[in-house]
């Protein structure tokens, strides 16, 4: 990629062009909220792009948590990703419906776990469908392969600790969530849960990394958490609903080369979903 783009973001004509290549395996990570209404399954089984296996968010999870989609265990993961048919030392494509939505997730949670050379599609599915790009119905049948696990805990951040950096402001919070939720304008799309923002939080919706499901080139991302208020030569924890949007800050912050970030994997489905935990509401 040009030198005004991520260092992690590949483009469709770069993927097409190394399609059937031993050394590359593809991810599909679409994963998508009830309200839009699309079956990441049913869409890859109607076409994905050739060679791709099916990561599914909602699977490769700790389903002890209580909480969506949260960080498997380092063994779980490695079991699941292996299972694919992927290993640590493969060059990892991941890609997602609209493009820089839910891939992101998947390239946090292969970098943490140790693997090196993750990259997500610009584009996402969507524009290689729209640019009439090769796809297949053929399901891959990989051959199991071995990921070795190089965990890194400290890019995680847990509940314990985003309650000691909400009440010292230690760390600088940045939130995902549309606005609206944000500001407790809007409802959370899970029942019952509160809306509204940690104190001290900075809103950085998720949209606004991507236009067209492509990434913007990092003179705006720079520019997009200047405007924010956030300070990149100081830590950041990203947040979201539910932990997989708040990777596309994590995308970018680290595009940018900012290196003191961790993601709350709780994020607001459990700081929302507690009675304990202070929320602010309204634009301040």
């Known amino acids: ?57 909602d699977v490769i999870a700790d389903h002890t948590s209580g909480l969506p989609h949260t960080l498997p265990s380092p063994e779980a993961f490695a079991s699941a990703v292996g299972a694919l048919g992927v290993s640590e030392k493969d060059t990892i494509v991941v890609y997602d419906g609209p493009g820089i939505m839910t891939a992101p997730r998947v390239w946090w949670m292969l970098r943490i776990m140790g693997a090196r050379n993750v990259y997500v599609l610009d584009g996402g599915m969507d524009g290689w469908n729209t640019e009439g790009r090769p796809v297949s119905t053929e399901v891959p049948s990989p051959k199991p392969a071995t990921f070795n696990v190089n965990f890194t805990p400290a890019a995680v951040t847990s509940f314990a600790r985003m309650t000691e950096i909400v009440a010292d402001g230690s760390i600088q919070i940045a939130d995902a969530r549309g606005a609206g939720r944000f500001y407790g304008e809007e409802p959370e799309p899970r029942a019952g849960m509160r809306s509204g923002h940690m104190p001290g939080a900075h809103s950085l919706p998720s949209g606004t990394f991507s236009e067209n499901g492509k990434f913007k080139d990092l003179a705006t991302l720079r520019q997009t958490f200047a405007d924010a208020g956030v300070d990149l030569s100081k830590p950041v924890v990203t947040t979201c609903g539910s932990g997989v949007t708040a990777a596309i800050i994590t995308l970018a912050l680290q595009s940018l080369g900012h290196t003191d970030n961790t993601l709350y994997d709780g994020s607001w489905s459990e700081w929302g979903g507690r009675a304990d935990t202070m929320i602010v509401t309204g634009r301040e």
């Open 1 to 57: 990629m040009t030198n005004n783009k991520s260092a992690f973001v590949v483009s469709a004509d770069w993927l097409q062009e190394r399609l059937g290549d031993p050394s590359i395996r593809i991810l599909d990570a679409a994963w998508y909220l009830p309200a839009q209404n699309r079956n990441p399954k049913a869409e890859y089984d109607a076409g994905h792009i050739p060679g791709a296996v099916f990561f599914d968010q």
